[in-house]
Each structure stands twice: as structure tokens, then as C-alpha cells.
């Protein structure tokens, strides 16, 4: 079992930053991604960014290229993800989820549905 507790939303004005973070508890699979998610009130839970967790290499949704970053902390097995030259189009609930992958190098899934464990969610409220 593995539990996820992301946090880190908040009001920010246009143009704002923010800086999420998810940190992972239980039993942590050898070969992982870590991705976030966003959810805007009558829409569709889209994918935002991911990672792998041992290689580090990143895939990010085409709304954030140049605006948000992932990383991760190993010690503290946490993800963060920085949101930078924030918009109103980003205001969602963000979620942090957790895919197991057969290997180390296998290819991000961007799809919601291959995502194993999920956090609970924080608010992301962009001001114009």
C-alpha cells in the first residue's frame, strides 16, 4: 500500500507562482512514476506533469512547458511540482499520483487510468 499526501495549493494572482509538493508513504515500488493531475470544475482530470523516479526524466502536458517543473527529493520521497507564470486556466483541484512501471525507462503515461495510488488533492486558485 502506498499513500500520498499532496499539498501546497493556494491563491496566487496572474502571473504567481506556487510550488505543490506529494509525499509518498508505504511500500514505494523499485520502478515508479510520479505524475500530478488536474481537475477544473466540469471538466476532465488531465494529466500536468510526470516523472520517473530513478532516471528523473520528465514529460509535461503542452498547457505547462516552460511554466512548470517536477522534481523530486529522494531522501524524503517527495515530488514537487513549481508553477511559475501562472494562469486563470490553471486553477484546479491538482492531484499527485503514483504508476508503477516494469522498468526503470518505460514510457510516462499520461493517461489517468494507468495510475495506481493517488493523493487527495489540493486547490490551485489562479486570480486574473
Known amino acids: 500500500q502506498v499513500q500520498l499526501v499532496d499539498a501546497g495549493g493556494g491563491l496566487v494572482q496572474a502571473g504567481g507562482s506556487l510550488r505543490l509538493s506529494c509525499a509518498a508513504s508505504?511500500?514505494?515500488?523499485?520502478?515508479?512514476?510520479m505524475g500530478w493531475f488536474r481537475q477544473a470544475p466540469g471538466k476532465e482530470r488531465e494529466f500536468v506533469a510526470a516523472?520517473?523516479?530513478?532516471?528523473?526524466?520528465?514529460y509535461y502536458a503542452d498547457s505547462v512547458k516552460g511554466r512548470f517543473t517536477i522534481s523530486r527529493d529522494n531522501a524524503k520521497n517527495t515530488v514537487y511540482l513549481q508553477m511559475n507564470s501562472l494562469k486563470p486556466e490553471d486553477t484546479a483541484v491538482y492531484y499527485c499520483a503514483t504508476k508503477r512501471l516494469l522498468w526503470a525507462g518505460q514510457a510516462i503515461d499520461v493517461s489517468e487510468a494507468a495510475y495506481d495510488y493517488w493523493g487527495q488533492g489540493t486547490q490551485v486558485t489562479v486570480s486574473s
Open positions: 508505504g511500500r514505494i515500488f523499485s520502478n515508479y512514476a
Open positions: 516523472i520517473r523516479w530513478s532516471a528523473g526524466s520528465t
